[in-house]
């Protein structure tokens, strides 16, 4: 079946460890995003890109990283930088023209 | 910087009732916008709005989108408790980063029986 998978879907890091979220899709869509919810919050865009090897920060890149070697993946790294970094990450993507976005499960980072 | 802000951020209501949820915006080069329902985890889509004064419909939800003045309503009517969720306004530029897709911070609504 078509779809994006998050993994994993509950993670717990130590304060100042780097951690990475993964994110797969499988429906050939170009573009991919992060977004970071608080409580309250809504979403709120982390990275995005449009191709392969090419990305953007959106609104809250500080402390974190991302990469883009296969058009399938789109793995965010969290840094040891990221003030705040307990959160719910959610994934998603899209196509190239002005569709919607489908959405991963989402993970729900926990650092203690 | 584009900005979505959606109104209220928070509403109760009875079964039955109607509601209306807003959504105002300012986006450099508009393209569509979008509204999704999150209950759990994954957002689920809803609407996509291109043009103005076209009302988009599903069953009890319907929305329209203004782009004179910058803003969509969501209309639900004969609220269920199965309607609770945050509702999720997200608008996309056709700029240069023309993927670009900004949400605003949801409105909670939690329907009572």
């Known amino acids: 079946d078509g779809g994006i998978t998050q993994s994993p879907k509950y993670l717990f890091r130590k304060e100042g460890q780097n951690v990475t979220l993964s994110c797969e899709q499988n429906?050939?869509?170009?573009?991919m995003y992060w977004y970071r919810q608080d409580p309250g919050q809504g979403l709120r865009l982390i990275y995005y890109?449009?191709?392969?090897?090419?990305?953007q920060k959106g609104d809250i890149a500080e402390g974190y990283s991302v990469s883009r070697e296969k058009k399938e993946s789109f793995p965010l790294t969290v840094t040891s930088a990221q003030k705040n970094p307990t959160a719910f990450y959610l994934c998603?993507?899209?196509?190239?023209?002005?569709?919607?976005?489908?959405f991963g499960q989402g993970t729900r980072l926990t650092v203690v | 910087e584009d900005k979505v802000v959606q109104s209220p951020l928070s509403l109760v209501v009875h079964e039955g009732d109607t509601v209306t949820l807003n959504c105002s915006y300012e986006?450099?080069?508009?393209?569509?916008l979008l509204w999704y329902k999150q209950e759990k985890k994954a957002p689920t889509f809803l609407f996509m709005l291109?043009?103005?004064?076209i009302e988009k419909k599903s069953g009890r939800l319907s929305s329209i989108l203004d782009k004179k003045e910058l803003f969509s309503i969501l209309n639900i009517t004969a609220t269920q408790t199965g309607d609770s969720a945050i509702y999720l306004c997200?608008?996309?530029?056709?700029?240069?980063?023309?993927?670009?897709?900004?949400f605003g911070k949801g409105t909670l609504l939690t329907v009572n029986p």
């Open positions: 429906l050939n869509h170009d573009a």
């Open positions: 997200a608008v996309r530029n056709s700029g240069g980063s023309n993927y670009k897709l900004t």
């Open positions: 890109s449009q191709i392969v090897n090419d990305f």
């Open positions: 291109t043009s103005s004064g």
């Open positions: 998603a993507s899209s196509t190239r023209v002005s569709t919607e976005a489908f």
């Open positions: 986006v450099t080069n508009f393209r569509s």
